[in-house]
């Protein structure tokens, strides 16, 4: 039931933590915290080069959930990786003749491939609006009355979010 994380680069470090915890909020055990049993288990999903890594750790040295998560993804997500996400972030724009929702699906995928990238939401914002192509950014002032632009970060998101068949988008 575990998922398995071997350290590969083809390997996702933040979908495989955010697997675990999903599996891991349906075990209870009435004398273990949930951190606890976090950090029992995580050992036994690890294989080849993770487990060598994992090995390798100084005993007791992590003691907490959130300590081992920080310390697992600073190791399988490099800065290469980080660096080169957020430059697709903030280049991106939409395909031509790309929907409106699967263009915000895509970036959404992308931003979830690096939780961490660090673009406030305003920039992400104008990315957003930036890269859509003329009838899209047309279309989209003429829902907003001509002032997309002149909205607040916040307004602009919570709008993007409510247009119809348009996916939710996370705001890390």
Not at 19 to 37: A, H, M, N, P, R
Not at 40 to 59: G, I, M
Not at 102 to 115: G, V
Not at 157 to 170: D, E, Q, T
């Amino acid at each position: 039931m575990l998922p398995v994380f071997r350290g590969t680069e083809k390997e996702d470090p933040y979908l495989h933590v955010r697997e675990f915890e999903e599996i891991c909020g349906t075990i209870k055990y009435q004398q273990l915290s949930d951190e606890i049993v976090k950090l029992k288990l995580f050992p036994f999903l690890l294989k080849d080069k993770a487990k060598s890594w994992f090995n390798s750790l100084k005993p007791e040295s992590i003691t907490t959930w959130n300590q081992m998560s920080v310390t697992f993804l600073q190791q399988f997500f490099p800065n290469q990786k980080t660096a080169s996400i957020r430059h697709a972030i903030n280049t991106f724009s939409q395909k031509e003749g790309e929907p409106l929702w699967m263009y915000l699906e895509r970036y959404n995928d992308l931003l979830l491939q690096c939780p961490h990238h660090g673009i406030e939401m305003g920039r992400q914002v104008q990315i957003l609006y930036e890269g859509f192509d003329c009838n899209t950014r047309t279309m989209l002032e003429s829902l907003c009355n001509g002032d997309f632009t002149e909205k607040s970060e916040v307004d602009a998101w919570v709008f993007r979010s409510h247009s119809p068949k348009v996916p939710a988008i996370g705001t890390q």
